[in-house]
């Protein structure tokens, strides 16, 4: 169980927020170090999982979604990775990083959609049990910067997360700056806006801090 404990770790933040540009550099900042790293993303990165993430980003027909749904679905694919992915590479000493986890559904389905808060974490702890990261990472940013640079990244139609309204990415930022203060253990708050050089350098430090010092 202390091996679940000591090499998972999570980043997470809004759409654009820099958590894909950041993961291989902590990646590579781990070999470097002789350390093998599991990169993975939610929803995804099993069979089931991209299905299920076709169907919540995707699926034209699936617009009608009711946020119990949606809630329900995100759980699955999260209780697929755990088991066939996440806990594996663990219990043979990989780390795992992870673009998103359990505080989205807390920040998007629960903040944000306002599903019944003890609900959905009542769920995200009824799928993950004790596979909870020892760090993660919050990138905060002002959802309308992160639009843009999304929007700058790729001319690709906004699927059905990101057809959302600009209230909605606010309310999802306040889920997780909530969280950030009531977890503060867990949780370190990075200004999205400072540079990725610097960024990477907070996120090296202070995974040195954690589990090298
Ligand atoms: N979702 C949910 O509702 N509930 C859940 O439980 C889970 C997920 C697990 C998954 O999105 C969607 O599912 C997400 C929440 C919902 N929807 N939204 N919104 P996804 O996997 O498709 O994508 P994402 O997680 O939102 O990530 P993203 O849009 O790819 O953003 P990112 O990875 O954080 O950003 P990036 O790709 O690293 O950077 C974006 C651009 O900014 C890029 O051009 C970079 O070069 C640039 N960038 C990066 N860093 C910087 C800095 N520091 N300065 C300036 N520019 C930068």
């Known amino acids: 169980m202390s091996t679940i404990k000591r090499k998972l770790i999570s980043f997470e933040g809004g759409e654009g927020s820099g958590k894909s540009t950041q993961i291989p550099l902590l990646e590579n900042y781990l070999r470097d170090r002789g350390e093998n790293v ?36 995100y759980e699955a694919s999260r ?69 843009e640079r999304a929007q700058r990244r790729s001319s690709r139609p906004y699927d059905r997360i990101e057809n959302e309204s600009l209230n909605f990415f606010q309310a999802v930022r306040e889920g997780y700056r909530r969280l950030a203060t009531d977890e503060a253990r867990r949780f370190i708050t990075i200004d999205a806006q400072r540079d990725p050089e610097s960024i990477a350098q907070i996120i090296r430090k202070s995974v040195h801090e954690h589990f090298f010092s």
Not at 134 to 141: A, E, G, Q
């Open 79 to 147: 209780a697929q990775l755990v088991r066939e992915r996440i806990l594996p590479a663990l219990a043979e000493g990989t780390w795992v990083i992870c673009d998103r986890f359990f505080d989205s559904t807390t920040a998007y389905q629960g903040a944000a959609r306002k599903l019944p808060l003890e609900d959905v974490q009542w769920l995200n702890h009824f799928t993950v049990q004790s596979c909870i990261p020892v760090l993660t990472f919050f990138f905060d940013l002002p959802p309308n910067i992160g639009q």
């Open 38 to 73: 599991l990169s993975l993303r939610e929803p995804g990165h099993t069979y089931i999982g991209e299905k299920i993430r076709q169907l919540l980003q995707h699926d034209v027909h699936a617009s009608d979604m009711f946020p119990e749904t949606e809630l329900l679905l």
